[in-house]
């Protein structure tokens, strides 16, 4: 069955670095999102994105975040100058067009700022 | 307003019985609603959804239950197995057009054998 897949897994960074997390969306979902999850918190949702832009974007998804498409197969996750408070699990989700259709989650990356 | 709530953080049952997960919104736009579950260092995984326009809908030993009128979905799982123990979130699409999913607290559920 396709799956989403996400790199890396665990990522260490020191506070103030630029950090970015890579998605591998299912090959035909259009619609993409990223969401996070702060130890013992809900899941939060970040950004959806699709035809290469934007869709809709949280208080969260401030100027030190951005997404992009660069290829046919990845949307990454760039968190520009980490804080200590960017440390959580990020999951990237995929859909078809969503009003009928789940999104499907990776596994996530946990990102720890030092 | 957008919440979603799920007012138990853990159940217990015990393999065989039924298990019932709750949860309420707050706002009476949202009009799809989907369960997902997940186990510790994986993502969350669809179980089942349910649109507006129904009140229930299943999908083998999962059922979801929708109250608009309370605002209050459920999910029922039976029988229940000891492979049913995770934590399950329920979701809604927000009141926009574009996807974003509100999540509630999840709820863990444990099954014993």
């Known amino acids: 069955e396709p799956e989403v897949t996400q790199t890396p897994s665990h990522q260490v960074t020191q506070m103030g670095q630029e950090v970015i997390l890579r998605c591998v969306p299912i090959?035909?979902?259009?619609?993409f999102y990223w969401y996070r999850q702060i130890l013992g918190q809900k899941v939060e949702f970040l950004v959806s994105?699709?035809?290469?832009?934007?869709?809709?974007k949280s208080e969260i998804f401030d100027d030190q975040f951005s997404v992009e498409r660069p290829d046919g197969s990845n949307f990454t996750l760039k968190i520009r100058s980490t804080k200590l408070e960017d440390s959580a699990m990020y999951f990237c989700?995929?859909?078809?067009?969503?009003?009928?259709?789940?999104?499907?989650f990776g596994d996530g990356t946990r990102l720890s700022i030092l | 307003d957008q919440q979603v709530k799920q007012n138990s953080p853990s159940l217990s049952v015990q393999e065989g019985r039924i298990s019932i997960l709750n949860c309420d919104y707050t706002?009476?736009?949202?009009?799809?609603f989907l369960w997902y579950k997940k186990y510790p260092a994986e993502g969350p995984t669809f179980l089942i959804s349910?649109?507006?326009?129904?009140d229930k809908n299943e999908d083998g030993r999962f059922t979801v239950f929708l109250n608009k009128s309370a605002k209050h979905l459920s999910l029922h799982i039976v029988p229940s197995q000891p492979g049913d123990s995770a934590v399950y979130f329920c979701a809604s699409h927000g009141s926009g057009n574009t996807g974003k999913l509100i999540f509630g607290q999840g709820t863990t559920l444990q099954v014993k054998p």
């Open positions: 989700a995929s859909s078809e067009p969503y009003r009928v259709q789940p999104q499907h």
């Open positions: 349910i649109s507006s326009i129904k």
């Open positions: 706002n009476s736009m949202f009009d799809y």
């Open positions: 994105f699709y035809n290469n832009e934007i869709s809709e």
């Open positions: 090959s035909n979902h259009l619609y």
